[in-house]
């Protein structure tokens, strides 16, 4: 049933500088997680795109968060009701 | 007897605090097998009926039913209502419970369960030793 999903996370995971993605619903419902993306975190990774796009409630586009450390950079997007993070190695200095 | 005292309301305090942190959370009960709390911490916001070992107890049912499934043991029930949502965790002997707005974000009631567990392990021990006396 979730083949189509799982197919797009294999594929994310095979781009240049991902280390991990996780998909999660909008109650926090890890729905596919890959790499070092833990799957207990689908629940603050909705939370965080909720906050957010409540920060810009009228923005067209959804926002993007990056959440930027040294150990690495996480990517988050919610769209159509489904959340997607990307974990990605650090940027360069 | 006052430092058990003092211990306990430090733990309630605890609970408190991640409520206020968790949008739409009313309440954390952990209580045993039969629904009896052994701490809860809760708001205004929450139906008494959700705090009764009654309901509490039902879940001890539930996850034992749910084990016979062929999946395994049972280890937590999302029960979704229109107002409310409950998630209760199976921390033998021990019942983790939240009680939660069902527009509450059910994957962090879940996650909570990794911040809970040294404070589980506490009363789990406690109990241990009480049962064993």
Redesign the interface.
């Known amino acids: 049933m979730e083949e189509a999903l799982d197919k797009v996370l294999d594929d994310t995971m095979n781009m240049p500088g991902v280390t991990g993605v996780l998909c999660t619903d909008k109650l926090g419902l890890c729905l596919g997680a890959r790499g070092n993306a833990p799957a207990h975190s689908s629940g603050l990774i909705a939370t965080l795109a909720n906050h957010a796009k409540a920060l810009e409630a009228n923005a067209e586009a959804p926002p993007i968060v990056c959440l930027e450390s040294d150990s690495g950079n996480i990517l988050i997007r919610a769209k159509d009701g489904i959340t997607t993070a990307i974990y990605k190695v650090p940027s360069g200095p | 007897m006052v430092e058990a005292f003092n211990y306990s309301q430090e733990l309630k305090q605890y609970l408190h605090r991640i409520i206020r942190r968790v949008?739409g959370l009313y309440a954390i009960i952990v209580s045993d097998r039969d629904g009896v709390p052994v701490i809860r911490a809760a708001t205004e916001n929450v139906p008494e009926l959700a705090l009764r070992p009654g309901f509490l107890a039902t879940f001890s049912t539930g996850t034992d039913q749910a084990s016979k499934l062929g999946l395994s043991r049972n280890k937590a029930i999302v029960s979704m209502y229109t107002s409310y949502q409950v998630v209760q965790l199976s921390k033998l002997p021990l019942i983790l419970s939240f009680v939660a707005s069902s527009q509450a974000?059910?994957?962090?009631?879940?996650?909570l369960?990794?911040e809970l567990s040294d404070l589980l392990k506490d009363i789990k021990a406690a109990v241990d030793i009480t049962v064993s006396q």
């Open positions: 949008d974000n059910t994957g962090v009631l879940l996650g369960e990794n």
